[in-house]
C-alpha cells in the first residue's frame, strides 16, 4: 500500500492522534468519510449531497 509497511503507518497514526487528539478522530473519520462518499457521488454524476 504506497510503499508504507506496518511501522511507518503507526508513526503516522501516532502523529495523528498527537495533533487532533483521541476525542477528535471519529469527527474526523466522519468527515472524511462523508467527502469521499460525496466525491464518488459526484463523479458518477449524481449531483445529490447528503447534509446527514
Do not use: Q, T, W
Amino acid at each position: 500500500m504506497f510503499g508504507l509497511g506496518m511501522s511507518e503507518l503507526l508513526i503516522i497514526l501516532v502523529i495523528v492522534m498527537v495533533i487532533f487528539g483521541a476525542g477528535k478522530l471519529p469527527e474526523l473519520g466522519g468527515a472524511l468519510g462523508k467527502g469521499i462518499k460525496n466525491f464518488r457521488s459526484a463523479a458518477e454524476g449524481r449531483d445529490e449531497i447528503e447534509d446527514k
